[in-house]
């Protein structure tokens, strides 16, 4: 059994030492709109109530949002 995309973002979450604000505004970086509510809902265990499932388009957008966030912004092409 591999890991969820819940698991993949706590981890990275904790080897960078990000918080809600920095995991908010990376995603920011991409148009991609998320409140520390729904954040919060990500990072619960499974059988919690509110537990909200990471999807595919989120990670996705998160990721190419700290793409961004550590190497700055791609270069206009020539």
């Known amino acids: 059994m591999g890991l969820s995309n819940n698991d993949i973002l706590k981890k990275i979450r904790v080897a960078l030492k990000l918080r809600d604000d920095d995991i908010i505004k990376i995603c920011a ?20 109530p509110k537990y909200m499932e990471c999807g595919d388009q989120f990670l996705r ?11 700055g912004p791609m270069p206009p092409k020539k």
């Open 29 to 48: 970086l991409v148009d991609f709109k998320i409140t520390k509510s729904e954040l919060g809902a990500l990072y619960r265990s499974e059988d919690h």
């Open 61 to 71: 957008n998160f990721l190419n949002g700290l793409i961004i966030h550590l190497r």
